[in-house]
C-alpha cells in the first residue's frame, strides 16, 4: 500500500487526506498545533467545491447546514442593492448555490470521516526531502511515496522546494472576520463596497453571523479595540452593520492582512513533493474561493496519484486554473480598493448598469469557476 504524508491539518490538509485514503492510501497526517482549531470564523463553499465535497462523501452534510434563501449581492453603503442575484437563480445554474459554514463545521466534518490514528496532533515538521520522500517531524522520521505540503500561506516546504519565489505579497488591504448572534435582525447574504472599504454579512446556521470587513490600509496595523475600529469604519453603514458590530464580542475579533501568490510558482510540485491549497496558490478572499480550490487541488491530487507522473500531472491540472482564480481575486480586490470618490461613482454605475443589461451579471461573471467539475 502506498504511503503519503500530509503536512498541515488544515481543510486542504485534510480533504487530501480523506480523498488518498479512498484510493487505499495509507495517510499520515502531521499538525503541529496540539488541537484542530482552525484560524478564521467563517466560509462559503461555492458550487464547484460542493462538487468536490460529493467525491469525498461529504457534500450532502455540508448542503444539510445551508441558511442561505431570497436574494444576496453587493450594495452600496447606504443599502441599495447594486447588483444581486437569487439563491435559486445559483442552483438552477450550476446544480448548487453556496453554503455557509463555519470553518470548524467543515473542519470537524472532514476529521470525523479520517480513519482512525490518522491525523497526528502536536507534530511539526521540520524538513521534507523531495528525492526520498523523508519527512523529519518532532516525533522522529517517516518515510512516503508522496508527501502534500498543506502548510498555508507561509508554507516552510515551499521556500525550501523553490527558496528564489518571491512569496506572498501583500494586498494592500487587512481584514476583520468575527461571529455575531443574528438576535432576531434580517441578514441577507450581502457584501456592501465604499471607499476602499468592504463589508460582508453571511447569515449562518445556529442563529449566528459571519461579518468580515476589509479596509486599505499599511500592513502591521493594529487597534487598541478592534471592535471600536470596526465601530468607526463601518458604524454608520446601512443596516444591519452596526447593531451587528455593537454585539461583537471585542476580544474575538481577527484581524488579519492580506496577501496572495501574485507571482506564480513555476510548479506545485518537486520530486515526491506537492503543494496544496494556500501554500500553492494564496489568494485574496474577494471571490470566497480559497478553500474552494484546496478541495479541488485534493480531489484532483487523489485521482492522478496511482500515476508514475502523478505529482507532474497535478501541476499539469492545476496550476493553470488556480493562477487564474488568484488573478481574478487579486482583480476584484483592486476594484475594491477604489477610494476616489469619482472613480467609486463610476464603479457604482458601471455595476447597476451592467445588472440591468444582464440579471444574470453575478453568475456569468463566475461560471468558468463555479462550472467546474471533479475529475471522472
Known amino acids: 500500500m502506498s504511503h503519503a504524508v500530509v503536512v498541515g491539518g488544515g481543510i486542504g490538509g485534510l480533504a487530501a487526506a480523506l480523498a488518498l485514503q479512498q484510493r487505499n492510501w495509507a495517510v499520515t497526517v502531521c499538525e503541529r498545533a496540539p488541537s484542530l482549531d482552525p484560524v478564521g470564523s467563517g466560509l462559503a463553499v461555492a458550487a464547484n467545491a460542493l462538487k468536490a465535497l460529493d467525491v469525498l462523501g461529504v457534500g450532502d452534510a455540508v448542503r444539510a447546514l445551508s441558511t442561505l434563501r431570497g436574494e444576496g ?103 476583520w472576520r468575527l461571529l455575531v448572534p443574528r438576535g432576531g435582525l434580517p441578514c441577507p447574504a450581502s457584501e456592501t463596497w465604499g471607499a476602499g472599504q ?17 479596509a486599505t490600509v ?31 464580542g471585542a476580544g474575538r475579533i481577527l484581524r488579519t492582512d492580506l496577501y496572495s501568490l501574485a507571482t506564480p510558482l513555476p510548479a506545485f510540485h518537486r520530486g515526491r513533493v506537492v503543494l496544496l491549497g494556500d501554500a500553492a496558490h494564496a489568494m485574496t478572499p474577494y471571490l470566497g474561493q480559497g478553500a474552494c480550490q484546496a478541495i479541488e487541488d485534493a480531489v484532483v491530487l487523489a485521482h492522478l496519484a496511482d500515476r508514475p507522473d502523478g505529482p507532474a500531472a497535478y501541476t499539469a491540472a492545476r496550476l493553470p486554473r488556480a493562477t487564474r482564480v488568484v488573478r481574478a481575486s487579486d482583480t476584484l480586490c483592486r476594484i475594491t480598493k477604489l477610494r476616489n470618490p469619482l472613480a467609486v461613482r463610476l464603479r457604482e454605475a458601471a455595476m447597476v448598469l451592467g445588472g440591468r443589461l444582464r440579471p444574470d451579471l453575478m453568475l456569468t461573471a463566475a461560471d468558468e469557476i463555479l462550472r467546474w467539475r471533479p475529475p471522472v
Open 73 to 175: 449581492g453587493i450594495r452600496r453603503r447606504d443599502g441599495r442593492w447594486l447588483v444581486r442575484t437569487t439563491e435559486e437563480a445559483a442552483a438552477a445554474r450550476y446544480g448548487d448555490s453556496v453554503v455557509l459554514l463555519t470553518r470548524a463545521a467543515l473542519v470537524d466534518l472532514l476529521a470525523e470521516h479520517l480513519a482512525p490514528g490518522t491525523l497526528r496532533l502536536g507534530t511539526e515538521v521540520h524538513a521534507v526531502d523531495p528525492d526520498t520522500g523523508r519527512v523529519s517531524t518532532g516525533a522522529g522520521e517517516l518515510t512516503a511515496d508522496l508527501v502534500v505540503a498543506a502548510d498555508g500561506l507561509h508554507s516552510a516546504v515551499r521556500r525550501a522546494l523553490f527558496p528564489d519565489h518571491p512569496g506572498p505579497a501583500y494586498a494592500g488591504v487587512t481584514s
Open 198 to 214: 468592504v463589508f460582508g454579512v453571511l447569515p449562518l446556521a445556529g442563529d449566528l453571523v459571519y461579518c468580515y470587513g476589509t
Open 218 to 248: 499599511p500592513a502591521g496595523g493594529r487597534a487598541d479595540d478592534e471592535r471600536a475600529e470596526l465601530l468607526r469604519r463601518f458604524g454608520d453603514w446601512h443596516a444591519p452593520i452596526p447593531r451587528l458590530l455593537e454585539a461583537a
